[in-house]
């Protein structure tokens, strides 16, 4: 095994993945630490949802750019991700969420993404069995969409190996040496030493411990979430419905196989790297997708399953240069990660082959505010 590299990810969910992926493509010599396997973190217990739908203008632009590259990606990578878009659907059944929809949508115009506030009976056109008691309406878009996390990140760890990289499993890391405020090397649990330039930062939940190992502080805090999947049925529909009511939820059916895969976030969050599951979300979370789709009732959950959300301040991604040359960040994605990571993997690895981005990161950085807070988490 090498013992250099131009560039070192450490992480080897989509982040890493797709980052590795556009660098290797541009000729660096790429290895991808990881210290358990890929998508054993956030990427691989996330339920694959795509959207534009953000308050934030660069997380719509980057969304915007992350849609284009899913709709290739099959030719790209040369095997099926599973991309269909099907839409999302958030539902409003207050007058203060109606409005926070309308005010979203004027923002997300400005960027050319087409979505419409539509009514209760429009609504029902889309999910013919909803159950629209209460509600006053929705925002749509349809070029919303879903796709497989796996076959996603593991598209993007193949390329890596076709273009000359190596993706290491098992692969913890202990040490990041820095010289003269230049990143120099990184070292593993194994006692491996790599030489390099250049080292990513792609750990998600673990963003902040290995940030220190350079010195550098990345503020972001893991919290658990709870995701299940049910038995597979009839096709019902095609958007992610989103319910952001305090006890809303949001579930899609997989295109292919009919399981409808679901998750909704803790009224109290659960801080911390913890996967254990409840009885809670076990009962919970039906009864909640029953009482947005009462043709689900009597559906059986196959699985439940924990996770992390990587969140930053503000909820929105933290990407780019830091105090250490040589050393970048691209983590926080605040559960969001999936469906950024096409566009932040090209993005990234711009910036590090290039020193500039063909759509400006400042919005994302280490040093910003954290005062624009994303409203649609």
């Not at 990881?34 to 953000?54: H, L, V």
């Not at 080292?199 to 220190?212: E, I, K, L, Q, Y």
């Not at 969050?269 to 043709?295: A, I, K, Q, W, Y």
Request: net charge neutral; aromatic share 10%.
């Amino acid at each position: 095994m090498s013992k250099t590299a131009d560039t070192v990810v450490i992480g080897a969910g989509i982040i890493g993945a797709a980052t590795g992926y556009y660098l290797a493509k541009r000729g660096h010599k790429v290895i991808v630490l990881e210290k358990d396997f890929p998508c054993a973190g956030s990427t691989g217990r996330c339920i694959g949802g795509i959207r534009a739908q953000f308050t934030h203008d660069l997380s719509i632009r980057v969304m915007l750019e992350s849609i284009k590259v899913f709709s290739t990606l099959k030719d790209e990578l040369g095997q099926d991700i599973e991309w269909f878009q099907g839409g999302y659907l958030f539902l409003a059944f207050d007058e203060q969420r109606e409005q926070a929809f309308r005010n979203a949508i004027a923002i997300q115009r400005q960027y050319g993404l087409r979505v419409d506030y539509i009514g209760p009976k429009e609504c029902k056109t889309i999910v013919a069995d909803l159950n629209t008691d209460g509600l006053l309406g929705g925002a749509w878009c349809a070029t919303d969409g879903q796709a497989n996390p796996f076959k996603v990140t593991y598209g993007y760890l193949s390329g890596i190996r076709r273009f000359g990289g190596e993706v290491r499993c098992g692969s913890e890391v202990t040490a990041i040496r820095v010289h003269k405020e230049r990143v120099v090397s990184v070292l593993t649990a194994d006692g491996t030493e790599l030489s390099t330039r250049n080292v990513v930062n792609a750990a998600g939940p673990w963003a902040g411990p290995v940030g220190s190992l350079a010195g550098v502080n990345v503020p972001v805090k893991p919290d658990r979430h709870e995701s299940l999947v049910t038995e597979a049925a009839e096709h019902l529909f095609n958007p992610m419905l989103v319910d952001y009511r305090p006890d809303g939820c949001y579930f899609l059916q997989h295109i292919g196989t009919g399981h409808f895969l679901g998750c909704y976030t803790p009224a109290r969050l659960v801080p911390g790297h913890g996967t254990e599951s409840t009885d809670e979300f076990l009962t919970e979370m039906p009864r909640r997708m029953v009482r947005l789709v009462p043709r689900l009732a009597g559906l059986k959950v196959l699985r439940q399953w924990a996770g992390s959300y990587e969140m930053s301040p503000d909820g929105n991604p933290l990407c780019g240069i830091t105090p250490v040359q040589g050393f970048y960040v691209a983590a926080g994605m605040s559960g969001h990660g999936f469906m950024f990571g096409p566009a932040i993997g090209k993005l990234m690895a711009e910036l590090i082959d290039c020193g500039q981005t063909s759509l400006p990161l400042d919005q994302f950085s280490l040093t910003r505010d954290f005062g624009q807070a994303e409203a649609m988490k």
